[in-house]
């Protein structure tokens, strides 16, 4: 049954943007569910930024939602959108909003995104709410975004793999994961994989360091396991020239020969984990509820079991990095005896 709503949030407007994260589609139906359920009309607009710009959207409802919990993407597609960043584009954006009597937006996305629904608000009068959706988990406010928990998984069912074959011919990898400018996914995946070394942006000094450090521990290694696997998870966009040009320089620096191997794409996709679901169901009901107490310009966040209210601002200062103990518990974990 419906419940009445007397508050003046009529008709919403929700989008996903940016990377897209396992879990999206959850946090869709949730949001869409929790608002029909509340007597609010929804409309989904396409392409992210993009759809709002060039008013692309769809109505939805029961059905379109129904069967989407389990799937890995977006159905609302996601993008990037230049056009967002200007003026002029965010002035057809709120006018759009406003000539479909769109009271409040709700954008389930990463930090760029936020960033954006920032700067929006001197557009738009209505009200604005984040949901955080990215495999990087790199948002303040939160202890987990919606789509960290699959992607570990996902990479983490890869490097196993790896493992195996490495094993089997006593190689040594470097893996590239993904996380854009944050360690979560490297620490992380890491520490789910036993890695014999984590490179992240909290213990990345340079790289002629790092080439000393990495041989120096192959060969303590070595000198105490006989020849052996040897992995080494490594954060995108830090050693310059990524996983490629670590393996060759290990090669020139200490003749050791180390195969490069960059998961990409593979860590967005994929059915989301139960821990995604419920995360983007509780948040998206959330999202709703603060809507209904009149609340605007917040990420809905989760701390422990509860969801927490955030400023914009606040979410996107990128304060918030690695558990720096775990790194350390995991390099003790390699000490020898
Ligand atoms: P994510 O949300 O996953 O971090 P991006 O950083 O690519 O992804 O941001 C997604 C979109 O958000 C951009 O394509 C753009 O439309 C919008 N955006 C990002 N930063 C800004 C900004 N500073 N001002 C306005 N819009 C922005
Ligand atoms: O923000 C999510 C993310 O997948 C990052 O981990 C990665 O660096 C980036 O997006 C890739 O972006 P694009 O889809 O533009 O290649």
Redesign the pocket.
């Known amino acids: 049954m419906n419940k009445s709503n007397d508050t003046n949030v009529k008709k919403i407007g929700l989008l996903t943007?940016?990377?897209d994260a396992p879990g999206m589609n959850a946090a869709i139906r949730s949001t869409t569910l929790y608002a029909l359920h509340h007597g609010i009309k929804v409309i989904g607009f396409e392409h992210?930024?993009n759809g709002l710009i060039n008013n692309e959207w769809i109505k939805l409802d029961e059905p379109k939602v129904r069967d989407i919990i389990t799937r890995g993407g977006t159905i609302l597609k996601s993008?990037?959108?230049?056009e967002?960043?200007t003026p002029e584009g965010m002035q057809k954006a709120a006018r759009n909003l406003k000539q479909l009597d769109i009271d409040a937006l709700i954008v389930i996305?990463?930090?760029?995104?936020?960033?954006?629904m920032v700067?929006f608000k001197q557009f738009y009068h209505g009200q604005l709410i984040g949901i955080p959706g990215?495999i990087d988990n790199d948002i303040d406010g939160t202890d987990h975004t919606i789509g960290f928990a699959t992607a570990v998984d996902t990479a983490v069912n890869a490097i196993d793999k790896i493992r195996d074959t490495a094993d089997a011919f006593e190689r040594i990898f470097v893996v590239e994961v993904m996380g854009r400018k944050s360690g979560f996914l490297a620490l992380n995946v890491g520490v789910a994989c036993a890695a014999e070394h984590i490179i992240t942006f909290e213990n990345f000094s340079n790289p002629g360091i790092e080439l000393q450090h990495i041989a120096a521990k192959i060969k303590r290694i070595k000198e105490h396991r006989g020849k052996c696997s040897h992995l080494i998870v490594s954060a995108e966009n830090l050693y310059p020239g990524g996983a490629n040009q670590l393996a060759s320089d290990l090669g020139d620096y200490a003749a050791i020969e180390c195969i490069p191997c960059i998961l990409g794409y593979i860590q967005r996709g994929g059915d989301p984990v139960a821990k995604d679901r419920i995360l983007a169901t509780h948040m998206g009901a959330h999202a709703i509820e603060q809507l209904l107490l009149g609340k605007t310009d917040i990420m809905i966040g989760i701390e422990g079991q509860f969801c927490r209210e955030v400023a914009l601002t606040e979410s996107i200062e990128h304060h918030k990095g690695v558990n720096e103990h775990l790194l350390a518990i995991q390099e003790s974990l390699q000490d020898l005896h």
């Open positions: 943007s940016g990377g992210g930024y993008a990037r959108c230049e967002f960043k996305g990463g930090d760029g995104s936020f960033s954006g700067k990215t």
